[in-house]
């Protein structure tokens, strides 16, 4: 049984487009007569997916899943296989739910896999950017020990919470970067269209100006000779600098540096810290083997060099280091972490261990970015007010002067 995609028209003349399974065409053109509806197009979406290319790793359409609708996926499958109800057919139940063509034609195609014979977690293979090495090793794990309904709530947990620390993210990025831009463009719009219209009348007159004016001249002088050479070349840099992310090595130096930095340095290192503890902890409690699970659980995480370190230490407990000695020699995680996760090794409980670091973390990565947020804005404001007020002062002192010139 394959999935098709269709175009078909009502006896009104209306278009209806939709996802269907069937044997052949010749059938889902019965189907579709049966309903009242008279078949334009079809097509395979297997053949369309080939077309895209599997090496790109793209979904059925150019559209991918986002977490928030591959958590709700989830979620709802492990309700219908928690029901004791065959696998094709919950996720037979799940194609007929979903209103979103691009997530009907992603589970229908899976469900055909599994008719084909296939596991859960091979027939997710074939949609990587959507299903990540950690929710196949998950899936394979539950199916293995018989809890796959157990193993998907968990998914579903970790994928909406990943979606949550994105969004935080997302947002100690964007609101300072509106507020500078912001910023920049009212001091550069001041420069460059309201200094010069005012201080010409100064300099025509031939009186000796303040250092103040003429310094602020130089500005608004430089700021309308090489302002866009300046922003040229930012965006020449930018397109380098992405280009030469793209080498490993290159990626690698630059991660590397990225840990290094004041306060970026760490809040992004301590971000992926919780993500490997998180993932690990998931990972562990599904059964899957701990080497296994470090390895997947590094491969999460954005920071290469990171994820490299990580790699070296599954190395190291396989040689028999424990977990946390291996995990200090990073040099990556915090004392609070490696006290917790060395706690749980020698307790027996590893898993609810990893769990409380990296819920440890997460609430100081909240505090830290409550903390920047809450100081940089008013900064932002006293640094604006400043410039702002040199600029009033550097266009009034001249004006008094002449006012006691003329008085005198």
């Known amino acids: 049984m394959g999935v098709f995609t269709y175009e078909a028209l009502d006896n009104k003349g209306r278009k209806h487009k939709g996802v269907l399974e069937a044997d052949s065409p010749r059938q889902l053109r019965q189907k579709l007569r049966a309903d009242g509806l008279a078949a334009v197009a079809i097509n395979q979406a297997e053949e369309k997916q080939a077309k895209a290319g599997k090496s790109s790793g793209q979904s059925l359409f150019k559209r991918n899943a986002s977490d928030a609708e591959v958590a709700l996926l989830t979620r709802q499958l492990a309700t219908l296989v928690a029901a004791s109800i065959p696998l094709e057919e919950c996720l037979h139940t799940l194609a007929k739910q979903i209103q979103k063509p691009h997530l009907k034609s992603l589970i229908s195609s899976v469900r055909s896999r599994v008719l084909e014979g296939q596991t859960l977690a091979d027939s997710m293979a074939a949609y990587p950017k959507t299903f990540d090495t950690l929710f196949r090793a998950m899936v394979a794990a539950g199916e293995k020990s018989g809890h796959l309904d157990t193993v998907l709530e968990r998914l579903a947990d970790y994928t909406e919470h990943r979606q949550k620390?994105?969004?935080q993210l997302i947002q100690a990025m964007i609101y300072p970067a509106i507020l500078t831009l912001v910023a920049i463009g009212v001091v550069t719009a001041l420069l460059t269209a309201v200094v010069p219209t005012v201080v010409d009348q100064f300099t025509h007159m031939g009186h000796e100006l303040p250092a103040m004016t003429q310094a602020l001249i130089a500005a608004s002088d430089f700021t309308r000779d090489y302002g866009l050479h300046i922003v040229i070349t930012i965006l020449v840099l930018l397109i380098l600098r992405q280009r030469l992310l793209r080498k490993p090595k290159h990626r690698l130096t630059h991660d590397r540096i990225l840990l290094k930095l004041p306060v970026a340095g760490s809040v992004f290192g301590g971000v992926d810290c919780a993500r490997f503890a998180r993932t690990l902890s998931i990972l562990t409690s599904?059964?899957?083997?701990?080497?296994?699970?470090?390895?997947?659980?590094?491969?999460?995480?954005?920071?290469?060099h990171m994820r490299e370190s990580l790699r070296q230490a599954a190395d190291r407990v396989r040689e028999g280091t424990s977990l946390w000695r291996a995990l200090d020699q990073t040099l990556l995680f915090s004392p609070m972490m490696l006290h917790i996760i060395a706690s749980g090794e020698k307790s027996g409980e590893l898993t609810a261990m990893l769990a409380r670091a990296a819920d440890n973390q997460d609430q100081q990565f909240e505090s830290q970015v409550n903390i920047a947020l809450g100081v940089f804005g008013p900064l932002l404001i006293v640094v604006m007010a400043l410039v702002v007020l040199f600029i009033v002062m550097a266009i009034l002192t001249p004006m008094l002067d002449l006012n006691s010139l003329v008085s005198g």
């Not at 080497?291 to 290469?304: H, P, Q, R, Y």
């Open 165 to 167: 620390i994105k969004g």
């Open 286 to 304: 599904s059964s899957v083997p701990l080497l296994e699970g470090m390895k997947i659980s590094a491969d999460v995480l954005v920071n290469t």
